[in-house]
């Protein structure tokens, strides 16, 4: 078991995997990534991320031959290689190598680098306690759908948040209603009813987020995509933010406010009991 990185077609040790400092994703972050994985080694909801990948390049105009590169197959042989039972996968393509220069030209060849590592664990007993939120302002650009690898705001406000003793942020639109956290979607529980965000350009659909409103159909909790202010989401009865590496996380305190009992709510249990027993199903 070792960890293992994946660069134009080669398979390698992270510490041997290198591009040039003229890849234009070093150069301007232009390019796009997405994060899977796979418990018990079996991938979780691959199509829908690598659909997801094709909508960002074709956002960005990064035109990448996926029939030739054949993705899926090496995300399959680099979980295999790795080893480990539950693995965490990073697939970045930038748009390539050129001299720097804000216009590209036609025909780059895309950079595609893969790593392979353990999925990050999060026990029962941290989820149960919840984490602490911090509202911020949303100071990302126009295009969130694209899960772009131009990152730096989400940095600064997860790093602040940090700073401060909170997990991470909620970032708020100039309107005053909650978007997502700094990589995480945000749901609130509000009299029984499973409120998100609608999934516009200001938030990533996320993968989980899809799979977390199946789920809450199957239970018969009611579901609203729709626009959530911050006052409701501080006088919500249950918070807890998703992602692909964190599945289900519940949330306690938004700026030093507690929410609901201020612990993982019911709801939110029964939620992310009926994740994971779909995931061991395979879905
Ligand atoms: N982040 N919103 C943002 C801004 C994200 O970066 C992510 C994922 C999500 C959740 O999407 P999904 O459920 O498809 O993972 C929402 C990944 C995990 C990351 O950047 O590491």
């Known amino acids: 078991m070792s960890e ?3 660069v134009n077609g080669v398979f390698c040790d992270p510490a041997d995997a290198k591009v040039s400092i003229e890849d234009r994703g070093f150069q301007f972050a232009d390019g796009v990534y997405e994060v899977l994985v796979a418990p018990g080694g079996r991938l979780f909801r691959a199509a829908e991320h690598l659909e997801r990948l094709r909508r960002s390049c074709e956002a960005i105009d990064l035109q990448v ?5 054949d993705l899926s197959a090496v995300i399959r042989e680099g979980i295999s290689r790795s080893g480990f039972e539950d693995v965490m996968v990073y697939v970045q393509i930038t748009r390539g190598v050129v001299p720097r220069d804000h216009v590209y030209p036609d025909g ?3 950079t ?3 790593t392979f590592k353990p999925k990050p ?3 029962d007993a941290f989820r149960r306690t919840g984490v602490a ?3 911020a302002q949303d100071i990302r650009w126009a295009r969130c759908s694209v899960k772009s690898i131009a990152l730096l705001p989400n940095v600064m406000l997860k ?3 940090r700073r401060r003793g909170r997990f991470d942020a909620v ?4 309107d005053g209603n909650v978007r997502e956290a700094s990589c995480a979607n945000i749901f609130a529980i509000t009299g029984g009813t499973l409120r998100t965000p609608p999934p516009d350009e200001q938030i990533l659909h996320g993968v989980t987020r899809a799979y977390i409103l199946e789920c809450a159909r199957d239970l018969g909790i009611p579901t609203e995509e729709a626009e959530l202010p911050v006052a409701d989401l501080l006088a919500a009865d249950e918070v807890f933010i998703s992602s692909t590496t964190m599945d289900i996380m519940p949330v306690a305190t938004i700026d030093d406010q507690t929410i609901g009992a201020g612990q993982a709510g019911p709801v939110t249990w029964r939620l992310l009991e009926r994740f994971r027993r779909n995931l061991t199903k395979g879905v």
């Open 4 to 6: 293992l990185a994946y």
């Open 65 to 69: 031959d996926f029939d030739a590169l």
């Open 108 to 110: 780059l060849t895309p």
């Open 112 to 114: 595609v680098v893969a």
């Open 121 to 123: 664990v999060h026990d």
């Open 133 to 135: 939120l911090e509202t």
């Open 159 to 161: 790093q602040a948040a």
């Open 171 to 174: 970032l708020v639109g100039p």
